[in-house]
């Protein structure tokens, strides 16, 4: 969040509106929270997979899209296991 350039409040929600996306496009049903959660964590994650690759994602859209990734790859784990 610090290297995105983003504050906190900023990171909650561009956080909540990637994972409200992520929930839609994914057809999941989670909650406000979650949704928060989810694309927060899911920036961190996205960001660390992507710089793997050299990507760099920075700014409030470049989390906005790191927020979105992430969530959509956290939400197929989390039913990978729910399966399984």
Partial sequence: MGAAGIGWIS?????????????????SNMGLIMNILLGMVGAVVANFLLAIL?????GAIGYLVAGFI???????????FRRG
């Fill in 11 to 27: 990171a909650i929600i561009i956080g909540g509106v990637a994972g409200w996306l992520a929930e839609q496009f994914m057809k």
């Fill in 70 to 80: 992430g969530a959509c790859i956290l939400i197929a784990v989390g039913r990978l």
């Fill in 54 to 58: 050299g990507v760099v994602l920075t």
